[in-house]
């Protein structure tokens, strides 16, 4: 029997009694549970919102969740209504579902849950992405958005959100992650995330492995969609760095020779590069960033009423925390939500950088399906010591578990039950020097939310 939701609390219960594959551990789920005509079906009952506005459409194993905070802030930038629909949300629900930066309220989470349901299958339910994601494209059609940045939640090829028709596809970076249901290899990842190349669609590609990038261009090639492939197309040089940001200089390859002769003379009587700022460090965040600029140059190419600097100025107001992010002064703890090899790998890069010279203890939790041994023995090298906990999300590792793996590479260990226990071993050690909270997203998110709950000067989304 379909209920109709009375609050914010039944709405959420009722949306997680769908099967959630996100609060499932990959192995209990078969590939095959996956289509469209569900989510195809049910949009079609509410008249196709998602046909409503111009969309951005975004892939990829990491950046795409920056990429999107960045793409949606610049159009914010220069006076555009922005839909912006991410996954999975860090504290509240709602973030997932965003207007210019605010929150959808709980009762219009409620609203629009109550305005799909009679139209679920109840012999055949979808999932709780799938309406999750039905109720994003409806919200954004109530509120009238001029643009909504999308991120697919798994894969892309059969993704709920690949039901959209956007102006523009992004493919973010990608690497080995979700190997159960994508694959074991870059190739036939990137043929899935591929899946959300459309025909005749432009679709901007960032740097790849050539693995991965052969697919993306064979597809593209295929749907005759013009190929933007950001190492191809773009230069970047930090001129100001960091820990925590960024200023960058950007220039099309094309103009390397000018791009030289301004190095030179910083001269602005002819030619001038692109200047842009980011609240992001690393060269990842670099390659994201200039990913983002591209989608909106092009969209600026459409839009020729609006004032593109006032779109690239909107990339320094990005807020996307859990990304290399201090979220405590004495002792400095950095979040960061690197959850697989590639990302792991990339966080090293940046603390080395910035603090290697600093005792470094990390804080790691990880889900059980990932290959915690090995982003454990990656990490092992280069930091002093760990303390091993967990999240509250059902796929979350053993910290006994992760500790064997610890002391197997002959690191010193502590165990913490629970995010709480950690940050207590942190408050009554005499370490000096830097923790790193790190091994999944909800591990980053949970630390970061118990140091709110404990009235750290955070900031979050409205």
Not at 36 to 58: A, D, F, R, W
Not at 261 to 281: G, M, N, Q, R, Y
């Amino acid at each position: 029997m379909k209920i109709r939701a009375e609050n914010i609390h039944q709405t959420l219960d009722a949306i997680y009694s769908f099967v959630d594959y996100s609060l499932t551990h990959a192995s209990q789920v078969s590939s095959d549970v996956f289509s469209l005509k569900k989510i195809e079906k049910l949009l079609s009952c509410l008249g196709n919102p998602q046909l409503s506005y111009k969309i951005i459409h975004i892939a990829g194993t990491k950046g795409k969740g920056s990429t999107c905070a960045m793409i949606s802030s610049g159009l914010r930038g220069a006076g555009f209504k922005v839909g912006l629909y991410t996954s999975p949300h860090l504290i509240r629900f709602n973030e997932r579902i965003q207007i210019n930066g605010r929150m959808i309220s709980d009762q219009e989470l409620t609203d629009c849950f109550n305005k799909i349901i009679p139209f679920v299958d109840e012999s055949d339910p979808v999932s709780t992405f799938e309406i999750t994601t039905a109720i994003a494209f409806l919200y954004f059609y109530k509120k009238n958005v001029d643009y909504a940045v999308i991120e697919t939640g798994l894969g892309g090829r059969l993704d709920a959100t690949n039901v959209v028709k956007p102006v523009l596809s992004i493919i973010t970076s990608i690497s080995i992650d979700h190997t159960t249901f994508l694959g074991n290899t870059l190739s036939s990842i990137a043929a899935e995330k591929g899946g959300i190349i459309k025909a005749e669609i432009p679709v901007i590609v960032s740097p790849q492995k050539e693995e991965a990038k052969s697919v993306l261009r064979k597809i593209a090639d295929e749907k005759k969609s013009e190929w933007i492939d950001i190492d191809e197309k773009y230069g970047f040089v930090p001129v100001k760095e960091d820990a925590f940001s960024q200023e960058l200089v950007l220039y099309e390859k094309k103009d390397e020779e000018r791009f030289s002769k301004w190095l030179d003379s910083h001269s602005a009587e002819t030619w001038t590069p692109e200047i842009i700022k980011i609240p992001f460090s690393g060269k990842h965040q670099a390659e994201n960033a200039t990913t983002a600029y591209c989608a909106i140059k092009m969209i600026s190419k459409q839009e020729p009423n609006i004032n593109f600097q006032k779109m690239t100025a909107g990339l320094a107001d990005t807020f996307w925390p859990c990304r290399f992010e201090k979220i405590q002064e004495s002792p400095l703890i950095i979040a960061d939500g690197a959850h697989n090899l590639d990302s792991i790998q990339k966080l090293i890069s940046q603390f080395k950088r910035y603090y290697g010279d600093s005792e470094i203890t990390c804080v790691f939790g990880a889900s059980a399906d990932k290959k915690c041994n090995e982003m454990i023995s990656e990490l092992a090298p280069n930091v002093d010591r760990f303390i091993v906990t967990r999240s509250t999300h059902p796929r979350a590792a053993m910290p006994k578990d992760l500790y064997e793996m610890v002391i197997r590479c002959g690191k010193p260990v502590e165990l913490a039950e629970r995010i709480e226990v950690s940050y207590e071993i942190i408050s009554n050690s005499r370490n000096d020097g830097i923790y790193i909270v790190t091994g999944s997203l909800f591990v980053a998110a949970g630390f970061r939310e118990m140091l709110m709950q404990r009235g750290g000067n955070l900031p979050y989304f409205d």
